[in-house]
């Protein structure tokens, strides 16, 4: 039996989704073993994967998440790029088989697949339908409806009207996608880190933002801080009416048992930045297969990576968690197993992931963004501390983050 391991960063519910997988597959062969391995956040499993290769001490598989995917794919030799992995053992693999926004989004320039997509996901949100009720009100489809409907109708009721998860990638990467508006150069990054900008600095943002510190400040919103569940706990505590969080985090709530009836829907935008509000893009994680392993360990990914594109691994994979069907067969299967008839909200990942594409919705591909997220969490942290001016936040962002990119260029040769 060849013994493999996978670094994840699946906690709580999601990790048992995760330890129920490695068991299935364990159990569904005789030759191949894996050992899924929890090792905290993205942002440390990434740090954790990079320090153990550069130890040689890698795992077999790595799970690595959106912002860290720009880093990965232009690490070259630090991993085998999937669609090799699968051609050179024998699986099949089709591209056409992923949902069109999983497609390339860890695919490199050419369009090879580097990552294998896993957990995708999609900001959404998420609301109190009880709280909802008492205030008389419906979700709002608009920001400019929360702030002078909603939210003022939630406050009367005690409520705060809203929360959210994490402020670069719902308020900044998906509404840029959302307002179809560039967030980079050279095409939002993809045509290569040569030159790429950041455009972050723009008025949209800056309104967006001025906004959300208004609403703190006369308790339309609060901001628990950067962590996940600082922000989902008050939702689930009744405190907080609306919580935008990740489809992935659907499954979860559902097994929590919450004191009130809860559902989703697709993320507001401003209508004064557009009439037609477009898709959001993928969040979530892709799993790497780590370079320097032997033929028979990468031959035991390769079954594993087969095992977890079957629909069946992946319509469980999203009916436990919510994080979406990434093949047209999982999605599929799901409608035809009456699953979002038992839980429509089940399906709004998926579906505003399906909305109009734009010229600027397919994502970014920004070398050391983490960093880069590093420093809008602290500049939007004062922001809404009132420590710094929205002006000034995003100029230093833009600042910051351009520096970044250019020292990520260089690496790429
Ligand atoms: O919580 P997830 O897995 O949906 O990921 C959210 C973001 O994409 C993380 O960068």
Redesign the pocket.
């Given at each position: 039996e060849v013994e493999i391991t996978w670094w994840h960063?699946?906690g709580g519910a999601?990790g048992d989704t995760v330890n129920q997988i490695a068991e299935d597959f364990n159990a569904s062969q005789d030759d191949y073993k894996i050992t899924p391995v929890f090792k905290g956040t993205?942002e440390e499993t990434l740090t954790a994967g990079i320090a153990a290769f550069r130890a040689g001490e890698q795992p077999n598989v790595l799970q690595v998440?959106?912002?860290g995917a720009a880093t990965v794919i232009g690490a070259k030799g630090a991993t085998v790029p999937v669609q090799d992995l699968l051609e050179q053992n024998g699986v099949a693999f089709d591209i056409e088989d992923y949902i069109s926004g999983v497609r390339y989004f860890y695919a490199d320039s050419d369009g090879k697949m580097i990552g294998m997509p896993f957990?995708?996901?999609?900001?959404i949100m998420y609301y109190n339908v009880d709280a909802l009720e008492k205030a008389g009100v419906t979700p709002p489809k608009t920001w400019e409806e929360f702030k002078t409907v909603t939210a003022p109708a939630l406050k009367e009721a005690g409520y705060i009207g809203l929360s959210q998860?994490?402020l670069?990638?719902i308020f900044t990467?998906n509404f840029h996608s959302r307002h179809d508006l560039p967030f980079a150069t050279n095409d939002n990054g993809y045509q290569g880190a040569d030159g790429t900008k950041i455009l972050v600095n723009n008025d949209a943002i800056k309104a967006h933002f001025s906004a959300v510190k208004d609403w703190k400040d006369n308790g339309f919103f609060e901001w628990y801080g950067t962590g996940?569940s600082d922000n989902q706990t008050p939702f689930e505590e009744g405190k907080v009416a609306i919580w935008l969080?990740?489809?992935?985090?659907f499954g979860g709530l559902s097994k929590k048992d919450l004191p009130f009836e809860f559902s989703a829907t697709f993320l507001p935008y401003w209508e004064a930045v557009t009439k037609e509000p477009r898709q959001t893009f993928?969040?979530?994680?892709a799993l790497f297969a780590m370079a320097g392993k032997s033929d028979e360990e990468n031959k035991a990914t390769a079954a594993f990576f087969e095992f977890l594109t079957k629909p069946e691994t992946q319509y469980m994979w999203h009916r436990e968690t919510g994080?979406v069907p990434i093949t047209t067969a999982a999605y599929e299967m799901a409608k035809g197993d009456g699953h979002y008839d038992r839980a429509p909200a089940a399906e709004v990942g998926i579906k505003q992931l399906s909305l109009p594409a734009g010229e600027n919705t397919k994502g970014y591909r920004m070398g050391f963004y983490v960093q880069i997220?590093d420093v809008m969490n602290r500049e939007y942290g004062r922001i809404l501390t009132g420590e710094t001016s929205v002006e000034d936040a995003f100029k230093a962002i833009e600042d910051e983050a351009n520096g970044l990119l250019e020292r990520f260029a260089k690496t790429q040769g």
């Open positions: 960063a699946m999601l993205y998440f959106d912002a957990n995708s996901s999609s900001p998860s994490h670069p990638w990467e996940w969080g990740s489809s992935g985090s993928i969040g979530g994680a994080y997220r």
